[in-house]
């Protein structure tokens, strides 16, 4: 808990939770943000009136060079087909690419980061295919998800600083199965400020840490599938934490794995929503 009282003023330095700190409690002492010529608590909302809405880029990944040993995505297009309508119907200016390798993957949001967002409201990327524990992959290797989301941290990409930005990975976390349990408790501005170059980011993952996400080869993931259509049926009344949690019930109670490769049918799945929102977001009616 920071040492700040209810009259503002810091009782004491705020501490890292490491081992050891580079910098002395005299130089992280806090300090209020609250006093004359804050807008922190002006609107609790995201601005959406802006000219365009923003731009959502899609990466659709089916097919992997052989020394990667990933097989075919059997399914990604039906994703990628959905997302790209839901997007559009939204009003988003999509941007649609199959098959990138590494490079073409980092140097198109290297692109897209240095671009001028000052007339948009968001930016929205989704990425559709294979993965592993804060990873995906382009179609010839790996790469760091946090090395691309990066790119549009706020000191990296000051138009859209204050503005969301989400992340839609459709991609496995691990190789971990979840069986499911039984269970009888499921029923149907004006001023400056300074904020924190990681905020207002959303992370939607089609699962959690170190399991495996789902895919039918026919109807697409089940993830994206559930997505897509709450953002069809809600997309523009709900905000977008409590249309994530309508995903997230879907998915888990909905679905469960049909395979007939030994110890993977019958299995669970629960995506995971990570935000660093720090306002209400609602899609523009």
Not at 191 to 209: C, H, K
Request: proline share 3%; with cysteine.
């Amino acid at each position: 808990m920071s040492g700040v009282k209810n009259s503002g003023k810091a009782d004491g330095g705020d501490h890292v939770d490491a081992r050891k700190a580079e910098a002395t409690p005299a130089a992280t002492q806090s300090k209020s943000v609250h006093g004359k010529g804050s807008t922190f608590a002006d609107s609790d909302v995201y601005r959406m009136d802006y000219p365009k809405l923003g731009k959502c880029l899609i990466i659709n990944n089916k097919n992997f060079a052989k020394h990667t040993g990933m097989a075919e995505r059997n399914g990604t297009d039906v994703d990628a087909a959905n997302v790209m309508k839901v997007f559009c119907d939204l009003g988003f200016e999509a941007v649609f690419k199959n098959d990138q390798t590494v490079s073409q993957i980092t140097n198109l949001l290297k692109s897209v980061s240095k671009e001028d967002h000052s007339k948009s409201a968001m930016f929205v990327c989704v990425i559709l295919s294979h993965g592993d524990d804060g990873v995906i992959y382009g179609t010839d290797g790996i790469i760091q998800l946090k090395e691309l989301a990066g790119l549009f941290r706020g000191d990296r990409c000051l138009s859209l600083v204050g503005k969301p930005k989400l992340f839609i990975i459709q991609a496995c976390r691990g190789t971990d199965l979840d069986s499911g349990i039984e269970t009888d408790s499921v029923s149907d501005s004006e001023g400056t400020q300074r904020i924190p170059v990681e905020a207002d980011f959303l992370y939607a993952y089609s699962t959690a840490p170190g399991y495996y996400a789902w895919r039918n080869t026919v109807n697409g993931s089940w993830f994206i599938s559930s997505l897509c259509e709450m953002l069809s049926k809600h997309g523009r009344e709900m905000e977008i934490m409590q249309l994530m949690t309508r995903v997230n019930r879907k998915v888990a109670l909905e679905f469960q794995s049909c395979s007939s490769v030994p110890g993977f049918n019958d299995k669970k799945q629960i995506p995971c929503i990570v935000s660093m929102l720090t306002k209400d977001l609602y899609f523009p009616k």
